[in-house]
């Protein structure tokens, strides 16, 4: 057992989470905005006519296949006068029964366009196992439409995945949200996974499961969560982020042990490699290999 060097520098900001600026951006630019175009003839105004759609503005982030789906759901709305409120209330039901829908703002009348609609969308930023692949998940735990084979690269790194992989998720479907504390804390050490570690780190992380079981009964010879990354490596972390017991080791922090500890991984500081790295105290401390109260890793 040995203590990891203290890093020379730190390039974070001031502890402003890197995303932040983007989300802001794109809050004022409005996410994923829906232009429906009217049909028209030669006579005036026609109908709108769902089916003929355009998507303006759409974060880089989007799932591409969020567009189909958004596409199938309107080509089922049949065309309707921009001045009828029902056909545009049932509009709006439609586009906010969508997975990755957080919010829809109202129907707007654009002469000569059609109706316009401002969309919120959900932001992938952790994903789940279901039967035999995986689907992402947003901030709120709302599980997000698009089924990948393995846990999906997005941005600069990959979407953690909220663990144990024990079934429990088999079966779920789009729109579900997760409601076990596990899950929950899980999904709080990922949130602030993105907030509170560098962009170079979070691609050293690479695949990565975050196992949240016994994160409320972390202690001494307790490791609580664990992040469980390739290689049979893993990270003790102790309580998770939504907690906030007092006496907790700040989540920058404990991001900052990870950091350092990724940074021997790449042989920046040593050759030195690690097994488990235990980010709880003040002194982040790694080990060439597991003790026996070390705890059983979670399924990957």
């Known amino acids: 057992m040995r203590s990891l060097p203290r890093p020379t520098h730190s390039s974070r900001a001031a502890g402003v989470p890197a995303i932040v600026p983007l989300v802001l951006i794109l809050g004022l630019l409005g996410l994923g905005l829906v232009a429906l175009r009217e049909a028209m003839d030669q006579?005036?105004?026609?109908?709108?006519?769902?089916?003929?759609?355009?998507?303006e503005g759409t974060p880089v982030w989007a799932d591409p296949r969020w567009e189909l789906e958004l596409g199938d759901a309107l080509a089922g709305l049949a065309p309707f006068d921009p001045d009828e409120a029902e056909p545009q209330r049932e509009l709006l039901a439609v586009l906010g029964d969508l997975s990755f829908v957080a919010q829809?703002?109202?129907?707007?009348?654009?002469?000569p366009d059609g109706v316009e609609v401002e969309l919120e969308l959900r932001r992938p930023l952790a994903c789940v196992r279901i039967d035999n692949g995986y689907l992402a998940v947003d901030e709120t735990g709302t599980v997000l439409a698009g089924e990948w084979t393995a846990p999906p690269f997005a941005r600069s790194a990959f979407l953690p995945v909220i663990g144990p992989n024990d079934g429990s998720f088999d079966g779920w479907r789009p729109g579900m949200e997760l409601v076990e504390q596990r899950h929950l804390d899980g999904l709080s050490i990922a949130l602030s996974m993105w907030s509170d570690l560098e962009a170079v780190a979070r691609r050293g992380?690479?695949?990565?499961?975050?196992?949240?079981?016994?994160?409320?009964?972390?202690?001494?010879?307790?490791?609580?969560?664990?992040?469980?990354?390739e290689g049979g490596r893993e990270i003790h972390w102790g309580r998770s982020p939504n907690q906030d017991e007092p006496g907790e080791l700040p989540v920058a922090i404990k991001w900052g042990h990870v950091e350092r500890g990724l940074e021997i991984l790449r042989g920046e500081e040593t050759d030195d490699d690690w097994v488990v790295l235990d980010a709880r105290w003040d002194e982040p401390v790694l080990k060439a290999e597991r003790d026996e109260d070390d705890g059983a890793a979670g399924s990957r």
């Open 43 to 55: 006579s005036g105004y026609a109908r709108v006519e769902t089916a003929e759609m355009q998507v």
């Open 104 to 111: 829809v703002g109202e129907a707007r009348v654009v002469w």
């Open 205 to 229: 992380l690479g695949r990565c499961l975050i196992d949240a079981t016994r994160a409320r009964q972390a202690g001494p010879r307790e490791p609580g969560a664990l992040l469980l990354l």
